[in-house]
């Protein structure tokens, strides 16, 4: 039996964080587990036609700010937070290993709180969806 989509509005910078977690897991799984590449590379397209497709003659992102709704089963939106939760630790510590100047350590910081918090709060919308 299909899965019928679960629609989460979210806005356009959460994702940006989205598609390029799916770009990151893409690039990575390609090798050793193309299925996963797959995947990824189904939720980067959903969302460009989702988002940019839906407006007739965009060929970029809308406004960072903009309210957008996406509409993918629970297992795909399930497959999304556990890449960005995944993948933190695993930032941390190349970001430790390979970024040099304590601004730039910040600047990834930053960027993997705000994946946590994007984690939670996907979290919390399907939790709300089921309740």
């Not at 019928?4 to 977690?21: C, H, R, Y």
């Not at 629970?74 to 937070?81: A, G, L, R």
């Amino acid at each position: 039996m299909d899965e019928e989509p679960v629609a989460l509005t979210l806005s356009v910078s959460n994702w940006q964080f989205i598609d390029g977690t799916m770009d990151n897991v893409g690039a990575i799984a390609i090798i050793d587990a193309p299925e996963t590449a797959d995947i990824a590379n189904f939720v980067r397209n959903e969302g460009w036609d989702q988002i940019v497709g839906a407006e007739p003659d965009r060929r970029d992102w809308p406004e960072e700010s903009k309210l957008v709704t996406v509409a993918l089963t629970s297992t795909v939106w399930e497959f999304i937070v556990a890449a960005i939760e995944e993948g933190t630790p695993l930032s941390r510590k190349l970001a430790v290993a390979t970024l040099s100047t304590p601004q730039q350590r910040l600047e990834q910081e930053v960027s993997l709180h705000y994946g946590i918090q994007l984690a939670l709060k996907l979290r919390e919308l399907l939790s709300d969806l089921y309740c």
